[in-house]
């Protein structure tokens, strides 16, 4: 699960409390630690929760402008990032070479713009 996920990218010593605190660290919120089975548990009764999984779910707020995190993969690069594990990711942009099957449309109404 992500909990796994997240010991074996983050280290076996992190624990849910850790975990909040590095969110916070990093200006994440872990907005609740729960299960499918919990939620439906909560919202409709045990006997709707029958037979769901117990799988442990973070629930992290992350802003609209941090899509790179919205996945466990972006997030724990993140974090490892964020705590000296890994070096960040240089980027480089290239300009692809153009070719014949390559066009561009630019409509009437938006050409001010593009």
């Given at each position: 699960?992500?909990?796994?996920?997240?010991q074996?990218a983050?280290?076996?010593?992190?624990?849910e409390?850790?975990?909040?605190?590095?969110?916070?660290?990093?200006?994440?919120?872990?907005?609740?630690?729960t299960?499918?089975?919990?939620?439906?548990?909560?919202?409709?009764?045990?006997?709707?929760?029958?037979?769901?999984?117990?799988?442990?779910?973070?629930?992290?707020?992350?802003?609209?402008?941090?899509?790179?995190?919205?996945?466990?993969?972006?997030?724990?690069?993140?974090?490892?990032?964020?705590?000296?594990?890994?070096?960040?990711?240089?980027?480089?942009?290239?300009?692809?070479?153009?070719?014949?099957?390559?066009?561009?449309?630019?409509?009437?109404?938006?050409?001010?713009?593009?």
């Amino acid at each position: 699960g992500m909990f796994d996920s997240l010991q074996k990218a983050l280290g076996n010593d992190v624990t849910e409390e850790s975990f909040d605190e590095l969110c916070f660290e990093f200006g994440l919120e872990l907005d609740d630690v729960t299960s499918q089975k919990a939620m439906v548990e909560k919202e409709r009764g045990a006997q709707a929760a029958e037979g769901l999984s117990d799988r442990i779910i973070f629930k992290v707020d992350v802003p609209a402008n941090r899509y790179d995190l919205l996945c466990i993969e972006g997030l724990v690069r993140a974090l490892q990032v964020f705590k000296g594990v890994i070096p960040a990711p240089l980027y480089k942009l290239s300009s692809p070479k153009p070719q014949a099957q390559m066009t561009m449309t630019v409509k009437k109404e938006t050409a001010q713009i593009r």
